[in-house]
């Protein structure tokens, strides 16, 4: 691991700048992920800047009667508030479907949004990415992709984003706070968050420099069923194939977000009228899809999924 200097933030405000200060600074957290990719060198930083105790970890109401959620807010904090389980549970689901209880006691709310790829060529140091090193070629174009993308990739990068509490909030509608270095901050809608791949995979975010996450926030609930389904090659521990975060309404409107299918969490049109078919949704939501022969399966795994949710008696309405 290359040698860093460190330093603990008091406030968010104290946050973005003491990482304007060093050049090659980040954020760190739960390091849940960072860690792991300073140990590989995959990440460098120069200098880290702690942000663990600059508040930003409760869930409130909303005036308008949805959630704000702090960006430290850990995952299984956010997975067991009573709120989220009546309210959002397509949330809670998916964010218990994720890792071990371990790591979701430390990884937080902004850093789960900002994981990197699990794509194996970007964690090969000795393969070429583009996403770890611009310029360089992606192994995975033409290399072994069962667990890549099959929608909105590029010729430069078929990597799929991992999180699955992305996806449940992309079914959801949730926007992102920040805070920018000058101190303004603004609101991103989920679905404008993640940049496509184009030729600059390694632009994952329209995050500028030194910009911080704040918050992510929820509008009032969604009635009706909620679910998430997550299908990989094994049960424990291990990052989706192919996942489907859905709420079908009361009055049989569905909306559908899928995760494991592209650079970020993959929804279309999100809502779709009562009674449309799974087919139907399935072939919308994929449109374009351009699988390699070895994950060409993911396109029938996600009919079969829609299927099985939708023709499943409801379980849960609130």
Same mark, same amino acid.
């Given at each position: 691991?290359?040698?860093?200097?460190?330093?603990?933030?008091?406030?968010?405000?104290?946050?973005?700048?003491?990482?304007?200060?060093?050049?090659?600074?980040?954020?760190?957290?739960?390091?849940?992920?960072?860690?792991?990719?300073?140990?590989?060198?995959?990440?460098?930083?120069?200098?880290?800047?702690?942000?663990?105790?600059?508040?930003?970890?409760?869930?409130?109401?909303?005036?308008?009667?949805?959630?704000?959620?702090?960006?430290?807010?850990?995952?299984?904090?956010?997975?067991?508030?009573?709120?989220?389980?009546?309210?959002?549970?397509?949330?809670?689901?998916?964010?218990?479907?994720?890792?071990?209880?371990?790591?979701?006691?430390?990884?937080?709310?902004?850093?789960?949004?900002?994981?990197?790829?699990?794509?194996?060529?970007?964690?090969?140091?000795?393969?070429?990415?583009?996403?770890?090193?611009?310029?360089?070629?992606?192994?995975?174009?033409?290399?072994?992709?069962?667990?890549? /993308?099959?929608?909105?990739? *590029? !010729?430069?990068? #078929?990597?799929? =984003?991992?999180?699955?509490?992305? $996806? +449940? %909030?992309?079914?959801?509608?949730?926007?992102?706070?920040?805070?920018?270095?000058?101190?303004?901050?603004?609101?991103?809608?989920?679905?404008?968050?993640?940049?496509?791949?184009?030729?600059?995979?390694?632009?994952?975010?329209?995050?500028?420099?030194?910009?911080?996450?704040?918050?992510?926030?929820?509008?009032?609930?969604?009635?009706?069923?909620?679910?998430?389904?997550?299908?990989?090659?094994?049960?424990?521990? /291990?990052?989706?194939?192919? *996942? !489907?975060?859905? #709420?079908?309404? =009361?009055?049989?409107?569905?909306? $559908? +977000? %899928?995760?494991?299918?592209?650079?970020?969490?993959?929804?279309?049109?999100?809502?779709?009228?009562?009674?449309?078919?799974?087919?139907?949704?399935?072939?919308?939501?994929?449109?374009?899809?351009?699988?390699?022969?070895?994950?060409?399966?993911?396109?029938?795994?996600?009919?079969?999924?829609?299927?099985?949710?939708?023709?499943?008696?409801?379980?849960?309405?609130?």
């Amino acid at each position: 691991m290359k040698q860093f200097t460190y330093e603990r933030a008091t406030s968010p405000a104290d946050a973005v700048a003491k990482l304007a200060r060093v050049k090659g600074s980040r954020f760190i957290a739960g390091g849940t992920n960072l860690l792991d990719l300073m140990k590989l060198r995959i990440a460098t930083p120069a200098h880290l800047v702690d942000i663990n105790g600059i508040g930003l970890d409760d869930v409130t109401r909303t005036p308008e009667g949805g959630l704000r959620i702090g960006a430290l807010v850990r995952n299984s904090d956010l997975a067991s508030h009573p709120d989220v389980r009546r309210d959002y549970a397509v949330l809670s689901l998916a964010l218990l479907s994720g890792a071990s209880g371990q790591l979701r006691n430390r990884a937080t709310t902004g850093g789960n949004l900002l994981q990197r790829t699990r794509c194996p060529y970007f964690y090969d140091v000795n393969q070429a990415c583009n996403k770890r090193l611009p310029g360089s070629g992606c192994a995975a174009v033409g290399g072994y992709s069962r667990q890549l /993308a099959v929608v909105g990739a *590029s !010729v430069d990068c #078929i990597a799929t =984003h991992p999180s699955d509490m992305a $996806v +449940a %909030l992309r079914v959801l509608q949730a926007t992102i706070e920040t805070m920018r270095v000058d101190g303004t901050s603004r609101t991103i809608p989920l679905d404008d968050f993640y940049l496509p791949p184009g030729n600059t995979p390694h632009r994952e975010t329209v995050l500028d420099e030194g910009e911080l996450i704040t918050g992510v926030v929820l509008p009032p609930p969604i009635g009706g069923r909620h679910v998430y389904r997550k299908l990989r090659d094994r049960a424990s521990y /291990a990052f989706a194939l192919i *996942s !489907v975060a859905a #709420i079908i309404e =009361h009055d049989g409107a569905v909306r $559908v +977000a %899928l995760g494991g299918v592209a650079h970020k969490p993959w929804a279309g049109p999100l809502r779709w009228r009562a009674g449309q078919s799974p087919m139907s949704i399935a072939h919308q939501l994929l449109e374009g899809a351009n699988p390699t022969p070895h994950n060409a399966f993911k396109v029938d795994l996600v009919r079969r999924t829609l299927a099985s949710i939708l023709s499943a008696p409801a379980v849960r309405a609130s």
